[in-house]
């Protein structure tokens, strides 16, 4: 059985720092595309950040040059460090993982993911 298990939110202020991590169990997804979404309250999930096999990666806007994707293959996991934190990045964070290996596509679509972990909660403080 899939298990994507997520780490390492928190109570942070705003212009600090935060890693997350997700490990993935029951499968192997280091060749797997992973991804991160984030939902606030009372809005929808909306798409963070992907990232393929060969460590390609893609963001979105709001958070290009602040957070960063990378991936352990190792260690099946992938991780989110997020820098200079905005309240606005106040969400629950999801780790996702799409079926199939070697793909170069980064999807930023939820729908297209198979697997997610049950996500972390991030509050950033004004």
């Known amino acids: 059985q899939v298990q994507l298990v997520e780490s390492g939110g928190g109570l942070v202020q705003a212009g600090g720092s935060l890693r997350l991590s997700c490990t993935a169990s029951?499968?192997?997804?280091?060749?797997?595309?992973m991804g991160w979404f984030r939902q606030a309250p009372g809005k929808e999930r909306d798409f963070v950040a992907a990232?393929?096999?060969?460590?390609?990666?893609t963001y979105t806007d709001s958070v290009k040059g602040r957070f960063t994707i990378s991936r352990d293959k190792a260690k099946n996991t992938v991780s989110l460090q997020m820098n200079s934190l905005k309240p606005e990045d106040t969400a629950v964070y999801y780790c996702?993982?799409?079926?199939?290996?070697?793909?170069?596509?980064?999807?930023?679509?939820?729908?297209?993911?198979?697997?997610w972990g049950q996500g972390t909660q991030v509050t950033v403080s004004s």
């Open positions: 996702a993982a799409k079926r199939g290996v070697f793909s170069m596509v980064l999807t930023t679509k939820g729908r297209e993911y198979d697997y």
């Open positions: 990232i393929n096999w060969t460590g390609g990666s």
């Open positions: 029951g499968g192997t997804f280091s060749n797997n595309v």
